[in-house]
């Protein structure tokens, strides 16, 4: 019979009698179907830092299509191994060029942020999706 295990509900698992489920992405810190998700939905921006073991994603300024006195930027962060729609988060920046050519910081339109955050969690979940039809 087997007790508790000082090492936690995984235990220590000297006799390889414990089958895992082989989980993707085991080699980052993240999920990887989160991880992926949020690199394709701000593909269009470019990335500044990427950290997959952290699990941020930091963006560089962009200014969406011919739009030459604004400009966006973006600060993703994937809080957890699940694919739960509270294991991501997102931060949007805003700033307006004003008339002198300086750049001042602009509110965020309300909700932009969780479009962000429901666009990456229907990514992942394709993703998913398609990862399990393929096995």
């Not at 090492?7 to 390889?16: A, C, K, M």
């Not at 269009?44 to 930091?58: E, N, R, S, V």
């Not at 966006?72 to 931060?91: C, F, W």
């Amino acid at each position: 019979m087997r007790g508790d295990s000082v090492f936690g509900d995984s235990g220590l698992d000297i006799f390889n009698d414990k089958k895992k489920k082989p989980e993707p992405g085991n080699g980052i810190g993240v999920n990887a179907y989160l991880w992926r998700a949020a690199l394709d939905t701000v593909s269009f921006m470019p990335i500044a830092a990427a950290d997959p073991f952290g699990g941020t994603i930091l963006t560089d300024w962009h200014s969406p299509g011919n739009v030459e006195n604004e400009r966006l930027k973006a600060n993703i962060v994937i809080l957890d191994r699940q694919l739960r729609s509270d294991s991501v988060r997102v931060s949007l920046f805003r700033q307006v060029k004003n008339p002198d050519g300086t750049w001042q910081d602009a509110d965020v339109p309300e909700g932009a942020a969780r479009k962000i955050e429901d666009a990456i969690l229907t990514r992942a979940r394709q993703l998913k999706v398609e990862q399990e039809q393929a096995l």
